[in-house]
């Protein structure tokens, strides 16, 4: 008995070294429980598995937030004896440094939903938030409060944020502020600020962040949506004095932009996904402004996978599109372990000087370059990319000393720090540029993408057509709506009661099928229902109704066709315009101007350029929407054109009612055909879909292409949903770049009381 237990130990161990593994040791579990929080491990207990400890909402794991297997079995940091591993309930910075007022109540610790007043001393007036409220993330709600008093400087007294103090109390031109924060906190943001010529401080207010405090998803949103945009609208040409009369700086230079993002082995496949959809989001989020930067992309451990290259762009060899595509298709196999940043900024160093190279240096001068690094700073190899960073500069800057501070706004490095542990003392210097924050700190990579889908400003981009929210946080109701904000019900309660769906195509219009009216019925009985969450509207009433006047539903009874849908198309009129927001929003429409801008067609634009670049494929990918909770869901179809068109439209012949020989007759050049099952196995559409929008996503637009009419079976029952075609079932739906001069006549009418679209002359 002993000895065999010893005889399979020896195996085992004979084994190990023959095959040559090193034999090394686990890490062991004892020790790193938490009391009232998990841990989640992302090798289990091997080597280099990183142990991330979680608490609830409003409370941060203490002593440590991570831990790090090391090769030889031990926990670093090691688990102590005597300070056990537990959740604290998240604090906020010390309120209590507001000069000449008073903070109630006063406290020693400020914590989750603890909220605090401030009032000024008499003379003084209070700017800022007069009540604060202690927030999850570490932060205090609302502004900083500043009691001041006139006293004539050049610039307003910049106040000090809580657990900061600040040396300098003159306010006039060139004084300068510095901060510090107190305790273990630490400062993001501006260290210094000095007063301007124009009553405004440099730089950008500091506050003092705990290990534990993070940015939320809409103040990344903000902040950095509000700085990108810089980056993106600064193209334009700006004035600028020199020799005291106005020239026009030429900004028509090309804009570069450089992302990098760390996958070492901390990530998992999941965290890798998302990481690599945030940044497709973001490239496709700046391709609504109108600019066209060239992209490098990369992905790094110890090792550069280089997905996207900048030569390609500069060769014209790629487009937005295609970049997008290789992103989608990479993968990483077995990741190498370490982390190299300073290889990621070598890499782009590398880049830039190979642009210099190629364009030469007076046009290097045009060049603007934006970085965007997605880390969370744990570099242990290659060591720091300062130097690296300052090179880039100089090289960006180009060394003009005579004007320091001329060419910064060529340059900007943003850095997203992320992951649970970050390393902020090494992170924040890498950031370059002025105007608005560089440094964000978030703890999960799956607040990404939403931070990038909030990126857009709805009050600037009132006037664009399909643009919609890619992505989904959780597929409730009101992301819904942001996927879909031209989604329309339709209820039309008159004589034959009918459920339709509809899209807005203007603020004034829902456009839907022509068979979900009855003869005889009046506006009064249709109501359109568009949900705005904000004010919790929901029904809206019709002003008045046109069918298209060519749709004649027994016009080929005597051809042996008992119902003819050609023309099957209504437009709706609103009782009253509709509020756009990022949830409501009309989807484009063929053969306007609003829908080339949307394609970036430049110049003067054809209908048939916008369908050759629609509708250009044999298999044409389409999609539409039926009700399903909690809101709709999408069918995905393929639209048969060209040759394929014929085999498709033939099903028709199947259909009840339908008694002649010929397809053409029940399905005019007027229908765009989907269904069937071979390729691919179309979603079919159910009575209820009717009057929908058939339509393609092009980048970050929607545009409409066709309306839902009408199919050969039923197939869906009383139910609707996402109901799959089998072999012979086919639909057809209106094809609206037939439509035009009824759309043109309506929509584009310019002496109504509604706000006309634009259509394109041919
Ligand atoms: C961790 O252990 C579980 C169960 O033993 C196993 O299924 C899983 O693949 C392991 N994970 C890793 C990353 O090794
Ligand atoms: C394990 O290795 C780390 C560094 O690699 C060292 O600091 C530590 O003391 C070692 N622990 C043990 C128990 O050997
Ligand atoms: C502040 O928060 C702590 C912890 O939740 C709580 O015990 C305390 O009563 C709060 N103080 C006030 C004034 O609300
Ligand atoms: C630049 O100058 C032009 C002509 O002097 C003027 O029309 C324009 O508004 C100026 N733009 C800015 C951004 O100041
Ligand atoms: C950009 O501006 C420069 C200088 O004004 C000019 O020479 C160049 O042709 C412009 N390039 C483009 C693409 O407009
Ligand atoms: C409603 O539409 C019909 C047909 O399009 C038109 O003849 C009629 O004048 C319109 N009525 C109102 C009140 O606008």
Same mark, same amino acid.
């Given at each position: 008995m002993g000895s065999s237990v010893l005889c399979s130990w020896l195996a085992v161990l004979s084994c190990l070294l023959c095959l040559g593994v090193e034999v090394q040791g686990d890490c062991s579990d004892s020790n790193i429980q938490i009391e009232g929080g998990e841990y989640i491990l992302s090798r289990n207990l091997t080597r280099d598995s990183l142990l991330v400890y979680k608490c609830k909402e409003g409370y941060y794991p203490y002593p440590t937030l991570t831990r790090l297997c090391q090769p030889n079995g031990s926990w670093r940091p090691a688990p102590k004896k005597f300070i056990r591993q537990r959740c604290r309930r998240v604090e906020c910075p010390d309120p209590n440094v507001l000069q000449n007022g008073d903070v109630s109540p006063p406290q020693e610790s400020y914590f989750v939903d603890n909220e605090t007043t401030y009032e000024c001393y008499s003379g003084y007036t209070l700017r800022g938030s007069v009540k604060r409220t202690c927030l999850p993330n570490g932060k205090w709600s609302g502004l900083t409060p500043i009691c001041s008093r006139d006293s004539g400087d050049v610039c307003a007294d910049p106040g000090i944020p809580p657990g900061a103090s600040r040396t300098g109390n003159l306010f006039g031109i060139d004084d300068k502020v510095h901060y510090r924060c107190t305790g273990n906190l630490f400062l993001v943001g501006s260290k210094e600020r000095t007063c301007q010529e124009n009553g405004q401080w440099t730089g950008q207010e500091p506050a003092c962040y705990y290990k534990h405090t993070y940015d939320t998803v809409l103040e990344v949103s903000e902040a950095f949506g509000g700085a990108i945009k810089d980056s993106l609208t600064t193209m334009e040409s700006l004035n600028d004095t020199q020799e005291g009369r106005m020239i026009r700086i030429s900004k028509n230079g090309t804009l570069n932009i450089y992302i990098a993002v760390d996958i070492s082995e901390s990530i998992n496949e999941d965290q890798f996904k998302q990481a690599r959809n945030a940044v497709i989001t973001l490239i496709k989020k700046i391709a609504s402004f109108s600019v066209s930067p060239n992209y490098e992309i990369i992905f790094f451990s110890s090792e550069i996978y280089e997905v996207v290259k900048i030569p390609d762009f500069l060769d014209g060899n790629i487009e937005l599109k295609d970049a997008i595509k290789r992103l989608e298709d990479f993968e990483v196999g077995d990741k190498n372990t370490g982390t190299d940043l300073n290889a990621a900024f070598v890499k782009f160093e590398g880049e830039m000087a190979y642009i210099r190279d190629r364009v030469k240096p007076e046009a290097f001068k045009e060049h603007r370059h934006v970085l965007i690094m997605f880390t969370?700073?744990?570099?242990?190899?290659?060591?720091?990319p300062r130097p690296t960073v300052e090179r880039i500069k100089n090289m960006v800057y180009m060394n003009d000393m005579a004007n320091v501070g001329s060419r910064d706004e060529y340059l900007d490095i943003y850095i997203f720090a992320i992951g649970a542990d970050l390393f902020d003392d090494d992170l924040q210097p890498l950031t370059v540029g002025t105007g608005g924050s560089h440094y964000f700190r978030m703890k999960d990579i799956k607040e990404l993408q939403a931070t990038f889908d909030g990126i857009i400003d709805e009050s600037e981009v009132v006037g664009l057509c399909g643009l919609h929210q890619d992505y989904e946080i959780t597929p409730d109701k009101t992301n819904r709506r942001k996927r879909y904000p031209w989604l329309a019900f339709i209820i039309n309660k008159g004589k034959k009661s009918k459920k339709c769906i509809g899209s807005l195509?203007?603020?004034?219009f829902v456009l839907t099928a022509a068979h979900c009216f009855t003869y005889g019925?009046? =506006?009064?009985?249709i109501i359109i229902e568009i949900e705005d969450e904000k004010t919790g509207r929901r029904e809206r009433s019709v002003k008045n109704f046109t069918l298209h =006047?060519?749709?004649?539903?027994?016009?080929?009874v005597n051809q042996g066709v008992e119902e003819f849908y050609d023309y099957d198309l209504a437009l709706i009129q609103l009782s009253n315009p509709i509020e756009i927001s990022v949830s409501i929003r009309p989807i484009c429409i063929p053969c306007t101007q609003e829908t080339s801008d949307a394609m970036k067609l430049v110049g003067k634009s054809t209908c048939k350029q916008q369908e050759e670049l629609l509708l250009k494929n044999q298999r044409e990918r389409l999609n539409f929407l039926t009700r399903k909770d909690p809101l709709v869901a999408e069918k995905d179809v393929f639209a048969k054109l060209g040759e394929n068109r014929n085999l498709c439209i033939e099903k028709a012949l199947n259909a009840p009612g339908i008694t002649t020989k010929d397809p053409k007759v029940a399905v005019t050049d007027n229908f765009l055909c989907t269904g069937g099952l071979t390729d691919h196995r179309d979603h079919i559409a159910c009575t209820g879909d009717s009057g929908g929008a058939v339509f393609k996503n092009y980048e970050l637009r929607t545009i409409q292409v066709g309306v839902v009419s009408w199919g050969t079976?039923?197939?869906?029952g009383s139910t609707d949903g996402l109901i799959e075609s089998n072999a012979d079932s086919r639909d057809f739906h209106i094809n609206l770049f037939k439509m035009t001069p009824f759309l043109k006549r309506i929509l584009g009418?310019?002496?109504?009381d509604y706000a006309p679209l634009k259509f394109l002359e041919s």
């Amino acid at each position: 008995m002993g000895s065999s237990v010893l005889c399979s130990w020896l195996a085992v161990l004979s084994c190990l070294l023959c095959l040559g593994v090193e034999v090394q040791g686990d890490c062991s579990d004892s020790n790193i429980q938490i009391e009232g929080g998990e841990y989640i491990l992302s090798r289990n207990l091997t080597r280099d598995s990183l142990l991330v400890y979680k608490c609830k909402e409003g409370y941060y794991p203490y002593p440590t937030l991570t831990r790090l297997c090391q090769p030889n079995g031990s926990w670093r940091p090691a688990p102590k004896k005597f300070i056990r591993q537990r959740c604290r309930r998240v604090e906020c910075p010390d309120p209590n440094v507001l000069q000449n007022g008073d903070v109630s109540p006063p406290q020693e610790s400020y914590f989750v939903d603890n909220e605090t007043t401030y009032e000024c001393y008499s003379g003084y007036t209070l700017r800022g938030s007069v009540k604060r409220t202690c927030l999850p993330n570490g932060k205090w709600s609302g502004l900083t409060p500043i009691c001041s008093r006139d006293s004539g400087d050049v610039c307003a007294d910049p106040g000090i944020p809580p657990g900061a103090s600040r040396t300098g109390n003159l306010f006039g031109i060139d004084d300068k502020v510095h901060y510090r924060c107190t305790g273990n906190l630490f400062l993001v943001g501006s260290k210094e600020r000095t007063c301007q010529e124009n009553g405004q401080w440099t730089g950008q207010e500091p506050a003092c962040y705990y290990k534990h405090t993070y940015d939320t998803v809409l103040e990344v949103s903000e902040a950095f949506g509000g700085a990108i945009k810089d980056s993106l609208t600064t193209m334009e040409s700006l004035n600028d004095t020199q020799e005291g009369r106005m020239i026009r700086i030429s900004k028509n230079g090309t804009l570069n932009i450089y992302i990098a993002v760390d996958i070492s082995e901390s990530i998992n496949e999941d965290q890798f996904k998302q990481a690599r959809n945030a940044v497709i989001t973001l490239i496709k989020k700046i391709a609504s402004f109108s600019v066209s930067p060239n992209y490098e992309i990369i992905f790094f451990s110890s090792e550069i996978y280089e997905v996207v290259k900048i030569p390609d762009f500069l060769d014209g060899n790629i487009e937005l599109k295609d970049a997008i595509k290789r992103l989608e298709d990479f993968e990483v196999g077995d990741k190498n372990t370490g982390t190299d940043l300073n290889a990621a900024f070598v890499k782009f160093e590398g880049e830039m000087a190979y642009i210099r190279d190629r364009v030469k240096p007076e046009a290097f001068k045009e060049h603007r370059h934006v970085l965007i690094m997605f880390t969370d700073g744990a570099y242990n190899m290659g060591g720091s990319p300062r130097p690296t960073v300052e090179r880039i500069k100089n090289m960006v800057y180009m060394n003009d000393m005579a004007n320091v501070g001329s060419r910064d706004e060529y340059l900007d490095i943003y850095i997203f720090a992320i992951g649970a542990d970050l390393f902020d003392d090494d992170l924040q210097p890498l950031t370059v540029g002025t105007g608005g924050s560089h440094y964000f700190r978030m703890k999960d990579i799956k607040e990404l993408q939403a931070t990038f889908d909030g990126i857009i400003d709805e009050s600037e981009v009132v006037g664009l057509c399909g643009l919609h929210q890619d992505y989904e946080i959780t597929p409730d109701k009101t992301n819904r709506r942001k996927r879909y904000p031209w989604l329309a019900f339709i209820i039309n309660k008159g004589k034959k009661s009918k459920k339709c769906i509809g899209s807005l195509v203007s603020p004034d219009f829902v456009l839907t099928a022509a068979h979900c009216f009855t003869y005889g019925d009046l =506006p009064k009985d249709i109501i359109i229902e568009i949900e705005d969450e904000k004010t919790g509207r929901r029904e809206r009433s019709v002003k008045n109704f046109t069918l298209h =006047p060519n749709y004649k539903i027994h016009a080929k009874v005597n051809q042996g066709v008992e119902e003819f849908y050609d023309y099957d198309l209504a437009l709706i009129q609103l009782s009253n315009p509709i509020e756009i927001s990022v949830s409501i929003r009309p989807i484009c429409i063929p053969c306007t101007q609003e829908t080339s801008d949307a394609m970036k067609l430049v110049g003067k634009s054809t209908c048939k350029q916008q369908e050759e670049l629609l509708l250009k494929n044999q298999r044409e990918r389409l999609n539409f929407l039926t009700r399903k909770d909690p809101l709709v869901a999408e069918k995905d179809v393929f639209a048969k054109l060209g040759e394929n068109r014929n085999l498709c439209i033939e099903k028709a012949l199947n259909a009840p009612g339908i008694t002649t020989k010929d397809p053409k007759v029940a399905v005019t050049d007027n229908f765009l055909c989907t269904g069937g099952l071979t390729d691919h196995r179309d979603h079919i559409a159910c009575t209820g879909d009717s009057g929908g929008a058939v339509f393609k996503n092009y980048e970050l637009r929607t545009i409409q292409v066709g309306v839902v009419s009408w199919g050969t079976h039923e197939l869906c029952g009383s139910t609707d949903g996402l109901i799959e075609s089998n072999a012979d079932s086919r639909d057809f739906h209106i094809n609206l770049f037939k439509m035009t001069p009824f759309l043109k006549r309506i929509l584009g009418d310019e002496n109504q009381d509604y706000a006309p679209l634009k259509f394109l002359e041919s």
